[in-house]
């Protein structure tokens, strides 16, 4: 299937999704890589308020290249890297979009409450053509790639349910698939 | 009397690097499209046609084609009989310095444990001494989530019928993080650093070189796993295994396996004396 969603989302907007279907994104997606997702769970730890909207938020790993406030080039960056922050940050906030590449390889956290998305990575230009406009830069002092830009976006992708909130995981079958394959090697 | 000055250098290393970072090279972008006419796998051609897609933007736009616009690799071939008269490798830097902010290249720099310091200082220069009075600058702009799934064992000699296994399972267990299809490049023999350099000078063969028995041997298998473009099914995951080899100690057998993502940027030039 393919899918037009709007953000901000909610939880029975993402569930219907099945891995292998087709999504284009609209509206707000939020960028975090290593240091912002350190940086929220600190902050949200210490109870501090957090200076962005993640109700019903899109995540978007990736740190781009930006002239100014224009994204120059602004593809995914490799999400296993933030797998261990994720499950903490999704029992504090309501996420249900999270877009990257590669896979994350957590599928029960997802369970129920949010989707991983695939861009295809190293497609720096093609992402930053569908981002219109840029909504906020936070947490500035991370510099350029490792801060939080928010960002308005059209007909973001195409990107792949590469695991849904059913426990389906793309990657997952993929990788069965290949160490199947490696027995015939020895 | 020397004829490449150092404003030369600056400058050519300025130009290698915006067309490098912007223009994908046609051997590569031409095995994408050949990936997309043999690719059934209906996910796997949504991959390959953003990619291509992707490279034909950049180019259009005149920026770079990932944001991660990597590590800057060279590799410099001094003549012996160039004549030059100035710190070469400083030269390169301040290409390196004035490319990251005409291109702009992202800064990418670090220092590895407090992680702070992101100017583009630069990070690997590899110089040799060759014949002639000529000066080859190549430069691979190297991004790191390739970088990241690279791997190097100390073998035993008796092992050499391990190492195939060795290079699939650094491919199967990369999946799509190293953002396939990917350049295999093999390093096998030399010491320790040696493996790794002779696997990223391997990286660098351009994909219309045909491949010798043990390569096209190896890519089928890497292929047979069916990881696909960016590690969500089909049936190319690579476009080439390219292998390099060394001589080694009589107790040695190192291997490394250097992966290189698909946008596989490099760009050279040859300045005359």
């Known amino acids: 299937m393919e899918y037009q969603l709007t953000t901000p989302l909610s939880a029975n907007d993402v569930i219907k999704l099945v891995a292998g279907d087709v999504v284009y994104l609209n509206g707000i997606i939020i960028t975090a890589r290593d240091k912002a997702h350190e940086r929220l769970l600190q902050w949200s730890g210490e109870g501090k308020k957090i200076p962005f909207e993640l109700k019903g938020a899109t995540i978007y790993h990736c740190g781009p290249l930006m002239r100014k406030n224009t994204a120059l080039a602004a593809g995914p960056t490799t999400s296993a890297r933030m797998s261990k922050m994720t499950t903490e940050l999704l029992k504090r906030f309501e996420i249900r979009v999270i877009i990257g590449k590669g896979g994350m390889n957590i599928t029960e956290v997802l369970r129920d409450k949010c989707v991983y998305l695939t861009y295809t990575g190293g497609c720096g230009s093609t992402a930053a053509k569908q981002i219109k406009r840029v909504v906020g830069n936070y947490w500035t002092d991370l510099g350029m790639a490792e801060s939080v830009w928010v960002l308005e976006v059209e007909n973001f992708g195409p990107l792949i349910v590469a695991t849904d909130a059913q426990d389906n995981d793309l990657f997952d079958e993929v990788q069965k698939k290949a160490d199947q394959q490696m027995k015939k090697f020895k | ?273």
């Open chain 2, 1 to 273: 009397m020397s004829k490449i000055t150092r404003k030369q250098v600056v400058n050519e290393v300025v130009q290698l690097l915006r067309q490098a970072e912007i223009e994908l090279p046609e051997d590569v972008l031409s095995a994408l499209k050949s990936a997309l006419k043999t690719e059934s796998n209906q996910i796997a051609r949504t991959q390959l046609r953003q990619m291509i897609e992707n490279a034909e933007l950049a180019k259009e736009h005149g920026t770079p084609m990932c944001q991660d616009t990597g590590t800057p690799v060279f590799f410099v071939d001094v003549g012996y009989d160039a004549e030059i008269d100035f710190d070469l490798v400083e030269a390169i830097q301040e290409g390196v310095a004035k490319a990251t902010k005409e291109i702009p290249l992202r800064h990418n720099a670090v220092h590895p444990i407090t992680r702070e310091g992101s100017e583009n200082e630069l990070m690997d220069v590899n110089l040799s001494l060759v014949k002639g009075n000529k000066v080859k600058i190549t430069v691979a702009p190297k991004g790191s989530g390739s970088e990241n799934m690279s791997a190097l064992r100390m073998f035993n000699p008796s092992e050499v019928k391990n190492i195939k296994r060795f290079v699939l399972e650094t491919v199967k267990n990369a999946g799509g993080r190293s953002c396939p299809p990917i350049i295999v490049g093999v390093g096998i023999g030399g010491t320790f650093d040696g493996a790794a350099k002779l696997a990223k000078k391997a990286v660098l063969r351009k994909l219309d070189k045909p491949m010798d028995t043990f390569e096209r041997e190896l890519l089928d298998e890497i292929n047979s796993l069916g990881l696909g473009p960016m590690g969500l099914g089909g049936s190319t995951t690579a476009m080439a295994v390219n292998v390099e080899y060394g001589r080694c100690h009589t107790a040695s057998l190192p291997v490394a396996v250097n992966i290189q993502c698909w946008a596989a940027r490099r760009a050279s030039i040859t300045l005359e004396d």
